[in-house]
Antibody, heavy 119, light 106 residues
Framework: EVQLVQSGAEVKKPGESLKISCKGSGYGFSDYWIAWIRQVPGKGLEYMGSIHPRDFDTRYNPSFQGQVTFSVDRSIDTAYLQWVSLKTSDTAIYYC????????????WGQGTSVNVSS | VLTQSPGTLSLSPGDRATVSCRAS???????LAWLQQKAGQAPRLLMYATSYRATGTPDRFSGSLSGADFTLTITRLAPEDSATYFC?????????FGQGTKLEIK
């Protein structure tokens, strides 16, 4: 069974750093792209970008370029989304999802990680 | 930009629901998906390439394209269909989502 299991909820202060994770199982982790999607509470979905675990090819949505960093640790089939300095506007639920290519559907989704940034 | 209508739909069990998604620029039918998000849950892929059901999607769900309007149709509504439905295009980078249509089952 394909699963993407994300790390738990986070409560942070503005200016702090954060790295959340997405662990894949039940499939060849290096064979599929991992996308990150943001959902502000009560709002819609925003695609942040994708990373391919095999060669670390990374595609950022220009709206998020420079604001976040994607990474992967192939040894533990885990993808990461990282912030160096959080803002209150980063408060959202972050989902990871799997796709065959950058231009194919997001077939499987993680359960989401809630990030609350507040002073 | 993908614009969905209506924003909210309130229907009864057994009814038929129709959700529309209009793209401001051309979207190839091979690159349009529908996602279902139930309250407190992650989105789930429902349909892809306009009319193909994802694994586990009941055949009460169907998708179509007419001109620039993509449509998700749900027949014989059941209480478990209560959710927010999003369209998504993934043919043009970056992929984008519609703003969502909330379906309430009375």
């Amino acid at each position: 069974e394909v699963q993407l299991v994300q790390s738990g909820a986070e409560v942070k202060k503005p200016g702090e750093s954060l790295k959340i994770s997405c662990k894949g199982s039940g499939y060849g982790f290096s064979d599929y792209w991992i996308a990150w999607i943001r959902q502000v509470p009560g709002k819609g979905l925003e695609y942040m970008g994708s990373i391919h675990p095999r060669d670390f090819d990374t595609r950022y949505n220009p709206s998020f370029q420079g604001q976040v960093t994607f990474s992967v640790d192939r040894s533990i089939d885990t993808a990461y989304l990282q912030w160096v300095s959080l803002k209150t506007s980063d408060t959202a639920i972050y989902y990871c999802a799997r796709s065959a290519t950058v231009t194919t559907q997001l077939t499987f989704w993680g359960q989401g990680t809630s990030v609350n940034v507040s002073s | 930009v993908l614009t969905q209508s209506p924003g909210t739909l309130s229907l009864s069990p057994g009814d038929r629901a129709t959700v529309s998604c209009r793209a401001s620029q051309r979207v190839d039918s091979a690159y349009l998906a529908w996602l279902q998000q139930k309250a407190g849950q992650a989105p789930r892929l429902l349909m892809y390439a306009t009319s193909y059901r994802a694994t586990g999607t009941p055949d009460r769900f169907s998708g179509s394209l007419s001109g620039a309007d993509f449509t998700l149709t749900i027949t014989r509504l059941a209480p478990e269909d209560s959710a927010t439905y999003f369209c998504q295009q993934y043919g043009n980078f970056p992929p984008t989502f519609g703003q969502g249509t909330k379906l309430e089952i009375k």
